[in-house]
């Protein structure tokens, strides 16, 4: 078990769907990411939240919208994908930007069909 | 951000120590050195960090050469639930972090 829940564990999405990720932790963290993973390698952020301000987007596709509604919650808004954005999408957070260890939840199975 | 160079894989015995190394000769100085871990089927999950003391916490620990080019994670009794993957990350405070290839431990029992 991770004090980072990420729903749904799967998803199979077309490419015309829109649907969103979701991630909640309630250690009091302030600084919430996103991360893809694609299989055999490792992960790669995709967003950092900061105090529920977007403060690092890694030049990723407009097809992917995150959202972080308050301090718990982080959500990963999705239209429009291709099936290479199947992955592996993972969330973390920590108590702020600076050295503090990153939480990771267990992960969303994307599939885009 | 410095490069970290791993070995791709290590194989280990249940009940042995392990030492997963890590070069770094590019690290700067106000670097951190981090290990994560992440076995089959979760996200990654934080070992240990240090910038140049050794580290010890109930996971494992950490050994910082004087010079910090290298550093060693120690798995002091290896079981089979340590069998993951070991990624050795450099992050400055406020920076990314960022995971490289990492090295796979397989625990043989």
């Known amino acids: 078990d991770t004090e980072v829940t990420q729903t749904p564990k799967h998803l199979v999405m077309g490419m015309t769907n829109k649907k969103s990720l979701k991630c909640e932790q309630h250690?009091?963290?302030?600084?919430m990411y996103w991360y893809k993973q694609k299989a055999k390698k490792p992960p790669e952020l995709m967003f950092v939240?900061?105090?529920?301000?977007?403060?690092i987007n890694e030049s990723v596709p407009s097809r992917f919208s995150p959202e972080c509604p308050n301090s718990s919650l982080l959500n990963l808004h999705l239209h429009a994908l291709q099936p290479e954005d199947s992955a592996l999408y993972l969330c973390?957070?920590?108590?702020?930007?600076?050295?503090?260890?990153?939480?990771f939840g267990n992960g969303t199975r994307l599939t885009v069909t | 951000d410095a490069k970290t160079t791993q070995p791709n894989s290590m194989e280990s015995n249940e009940e042995e120590p392990v030492h997963l190394p890590c070069n770094h000769s590019?690290?700067?100085?106000?670097?951190?050195i981090h290990w994560y871990r992440q076995l089959p089927s979760q996200g990654p999950e934080y070992v240990i960090h240090?910038?140049?003391s050794n580290v010890n916490n109930r996971m494992a620990s950490l050994a910082i050469a004087e010079d910090r080019k290298s550093s060693t994670l120690i798995l002091h009794r290896a079981t089979l639930r340590d069998a993951a993957v070991y990624y050795c990350?450099?992050?400055?405070?406020?920076?990314?972090?960022?995971f490289g290839e990492g090295t796979q431990l397989t625990v043989n029992p």
């Open positions: 240090g910038l140049t």
């Open positions: 590019t690290i700067s100085g106000t670097d951190y």
């Open positions: 990350i450099l992050r400055t405070s406020g920076s990314r972090l960022t």
């Open positions: 973390a957070s920590s108590h702020h930007t600076g050295n503090s260890p990153l939480h």
């Open positions: 250690m009091g963290h302030r600084a």
């Open positions: 939240y900061s105090y529920e301000k977007l403060s």
